[in-house]
């Protein structure tokens, strides 16, 4: 008997430094995965001549903040405007300082989501996942302009890093998170503050939902007086764009290939899996997903690719749970589907 224990504790050892291996090895192609991500983002950014209308109205918007005079456009969420204006007041105003601003917010969110993963999922997961979302062509477009898109993908997942966390400061700061995703692109908010819900349901932990919201109630009503002092009303945006309705547009569903990629084919798959519902992991992802496309498709009136962008992480960790799976089982691939499909019998195997 004692033989036998010291046998398995020789494999679990040796288990374990091929971990810490695969760990480091794929910790060192994250970091060459980051250079070359930096450098696509130089390349870009070094032809860019002019913003985008959006990008355009943030910096008038900063010379408004700066001037205290009217804003160009009220709707428009403040965050970014405060950080060109910050920006310019110690440079001046020149636009292209804050030209990397967007790269700067998107090598941030490469980081953080690798981190998040890569303990839980290991590390080859966590790249596969971070490297399909950050070279996904709508966040790799949208991070070389000065818009709100990859900045309120930074703060949702860091709600994410938040909310996994099993210090409570961190379930405090996840609301700070939830409350800059507010003031950098309001409808965003939704799915960071879902994060938050979902996976303190899953963890059966509400204390991390009332420390998340008394994090993010703060952050939100400061957001939402500063604004409405400076223009007398607060507005989150045009009102032909506010138009939901229970008959949910095809619009992201049909365009999923161009928003996603091929791999967006092995997400329906996931979602017949047993071993996505198994591991409470796992629900917040589907969460994430679920209402998100729910959201977006409820209005039919403004459908935009780029409007995918923040849930881009949700759709790759799903797609890529299937091959997770099936590589850890290391079985015929039919014996694995006649084990995880949730509408066969566990009894019936091939």
């Known amino acids: 008997m004692e033989q036998t224990d010291v046998t398995e504790f020789q494999v679990d050892l040796r288990a374990q430094e091929d971990n810490s291996s695969i760990s480091r090895k794929t910790d060192i192609i994250f970091l060459a995965f980051l250079g070359v991500l930096l450098a696509g983002y130089w390349f870009y950014l070094s032809r860019m001549q002019a913003p985008l209308w959006d990008g355009a109205v943030y910096l008038m918007n900063a010379r408004n903040w700066l001037a205290g005079t009217r804003l160009f456009e009220i709707y428009r969420p403040p965050l970014i405007s405060w950080l060109i204006a910050g920006v310019w007041m110690f440079t001046g105003e020149n636009w292209t300082f804050v030209k990397p601003l967007a790269a700067i917010f998107a090598t941030g969110t490469a980081i953080i989501l690798y981190l998040t993963l890569r303990d839980r999922k290991g590390g080859l997961f966590a790249l596969g996942v971070t490297a399909l979302t950050m070279l996904n062509a709508q966040v790799f477009f949208f991070s070389s302009q000065i818009m709100t898109e990859t900045m309120s993908l930074f703060f949702a997942v860091a709600t ?20 800059l995703t507010f003031a950098s692109r309001y409808p965003i908010a939704i799915q960071s503050a879902a994060l938050a819900v979902v996976e303190s349901y899953a963890r059966r932990n509400w204390r991390m939902l009332t420390r998340a919201i008394a994090g993010a109630v703060p952050v939100v009503a400061a957001v939402v007086l500063i604004v409405f002092v400076k223009t007398g009303t607060f507005q989150t945006a045009l009102p032909k764009d506010t138009n939901l309705t ?4 095809p ?12 791999i967006f084919l092995l997400v329906p798959l996931a979602f017949v899996l047993r071993g996505t519902y198994s591991e409470r992991y796992n629900y917040v992802f ?3 997903f679920v209402l998100s496309m729910i959201f977006w498709s409820a209005n039919a009136t403004n459908e935009q690719l780029r409007f995918a962008i923040q849930f881009t992480p ?5 797609a890529l749970l299937p091959v997770a799976s099936f590589v850890k089982k290391r079985e015929p691939i039919l014996r694995f589907l006649s084990r995880e499909l949730i509408f066969i019998p566990k009894r019936h195997t091939f």
Do not use: D, R
């Open 286 to 288: 589907i969460a994430w």
């Open 314 to 318: 949700a759709v790759n960790f799903l």
């Open 160 to 179: 994410l890093y938040c909310v996994k966390s099993e210090k409570p400061t961190c379930w405090l700061l996840a609301g700070a998170c939830i409350g």
């Open 251 to 262: 619009y992201y569903l049909q365009n999923s290939i161009t928003t996603w990629g091929w």
């Open 246 to 249: 229970i008959f949910l547009s």
